[in-house]
């Protein structure tokens, strides 16, 4: 007898080999082992994406079919979704900001972090928290390159 764990390596190989007759049970039990898989696989998908992201799918697809229906099928409350409509709708508060940031951090080259950005922010005569300009680079995708 061999010693260890017994090699699985057979029964793939065997198992691959071997494609069953469509129409017989093998092969439809094979078919709902797949689609059970991908409903799992789309359930875990499905809980990693926000609710802000489902709502525009939804927003995207309500004249075609009932926003209801959508709302079931996505998850998500209808409230929600039509409180996250409403402020898809609404213009972005802290535009001016955005701009003022993104023009400090090329004018200096990207040398300058929230925490420099933030003092010349202050220079300038806008008082703005720390964090809300970490915030804001993070959505701009902004990083100091001051290290590299």
Not at 53 to 67: F, G, I, P
């Given at each position: ?20 007759i469509?129409?017989?049970t093998e092969?439809l039990e094979?078919?709902?082992?797949q689609l059970?898989m991908e ?6 998908l ?6 802000k992201?489902?709502?525009q799918?939804v ?11 959508l709302?079931?099928?996505a ?5 929600t979704?039509y409180?996250?409509v409403?402020?898809m709708?609404r ?6 900001l955005?701009?003022?940031?993104k023009a400090?951090?090329?004018e200096h080259?990207?040398?300058?972090g929230y925490?420099?950005?933030r ?8 008082k703005v928290?720390?964090k809300?300009v970490q915030?804001?680079?993070k959505e ?6 001051e290290?590299i």
């Amino acid at each position: 007898m061999k010693k260890g764990r017994p090699s699985m390596k057979k029964e793939f190989n065997n198992q691959s080999k071997q494609a069953p007759i469509e129409g017989s049970t093998e092969a439809l039990e094979a078919r709902i082992k797949q689609l059970e898989m991908e409903n799992e696989y789309l359930k875990k998908l499905n809980a990693l994406v926000q609710n802000k992201d489902k709502a525009q799918v939804v927003y995207a697809l309500r004249h075609k079919y009932s926003v209801i229906a959508l709302v079931k099928l996505a998850g998500i409350p209808r409230s929600t979704y039509y409180d996250l409509v409403q402020r898809m709708n609404r213009p972005d508060p802290d535009a001016d900001l955005k701009a003022e940031i993104k023009a400090i951090y090329e004018e200096h080259e990207g040398r300058y972090g929230y925490r420099r950005i933030r003092d010349e922010l202050a220079n300038r005569g806008q008082k703005v928290n720390h964090k809300k300009v970490q915030r804001i680079m993070k959505e701009l995708s902004l990083k100091c390159n001051e290290g590299i």
